[in-house]
């Protein structure tokens, strides 16, 4: 278990470089979202395993982005930059990307299928994941928002 979290935080660290380098931060930067990232995608790797905590990937998700926006806040002033720049690559890893794929790929098979039984199961896997890939989205959203509005005076720090 011990490889997998850290592979996992490993993986998360080098996905939120790329993605901190399409938006250009300045290069000190980097280090904190790989960094970021890391804790965050491996604190909801922990949470979700059975051994542990357990936790459904939904409420995983939002704990994990909590964590993140937190750190993205505290970190940011070290960084010399705003909270944003930090927050948002570290919060890609964590996109339900596999789930949005089964969505689609539901959607796809309920029109490709006219037979009742086949189209009720590809419907029911159609919204199962498109349910499951909105609300980690909005866990996301709403889990990496409350440290910006709750330390107001250290998040737009860098930007005065």
Same mark, same amino acid.
């Given at each position: 278990?011990?490889? !997998?979290? *850290?592979? !996992?935080?490993?993986?998360?660290?080098?996905?939120? /470089?790329?993605?901190? =380098?399409? @938006?250009?931060?300045? &290069?000190?930067?980097?280090?904190?979202? =790989?960094?970021?990232?890391? /804790?965050?995608?491996?604190?909801?790797?922990?949470?979700?395993? !059975?051994?542990?905590?357990?936790?459904?990937?939904?409420? =995983? @998700?939002?704990?994990?982005?909590?964590?993140?926006?937190?750190?993205?806040?505290?970190?940011?002033?070290? #960084?010399?930059?705003? #909270? %944003?720049?930090?927050?948002?690559? @570290?919060?890609?890893?964590?996109?339900?990307? /596999?789930?949005?794929? &089964? +969505? $689609?790929?539901?959607?796809?098979?309920?029109?490709?299928?006219?037979? %009742?039984? %086949?189209?009720?199961?590809?419907?029911?896997?159609?919204?199962?994941?498109?349910? +499951?890939?909105?609300?980690? *989205?909005?866990?996301?959203?709403?889990?990496? +928002?409350?440290?910006?509005?709750? $330390? &107001?005076? /250290?998040?737009?720090?860098?930007?005065?």
């Amino acid at each position: 278990m011990i490889m !997998d979290f *850290l592979q !996992d935080a490993f993986f998360a660290a080098i996905a939120a /470089i790329g993605f901190a =380098a399409i @938006s250009n931060p300045p &290069k000190r930067a980097y280090l904190y979202c =790989a960094l970021i990232a890391a /804790i965050g995608h491996s604190s909801r790797f922990l949470m979700m395993h !059975d051994s542990l905590l357990g936790l459904h990937i939904v409420i =995983a @998700s939002g704990i994990a982005s909590l964590i993140v926006g937190v750190l993205a806040v505290l970190i940011s002033p070290l #960084a010399h930059t705003p #909270a %944003e720049t930090c927050l948002f690559p @570290s919060l890609l890893p964590m996109i339900p990307g /596999i789930y949005a794929y &089964k +969505t $689609f790929g539901g959607l796809v098979m309920c029109l490709y299928h006219g037979a %009742e039984g %086949e189209f009720n199961h590809y419907f029911y896997l159609f919204v199962s994941n498109g349910l +499951t890939c909105l609300f980690i *989205l909005l866990g996301m959203v709403i889990g990496a +928002t409350i440290p910006i509005f709750i $330390f &107001k005076n /250290i998040s737009f720090q860098a930007t005065r």
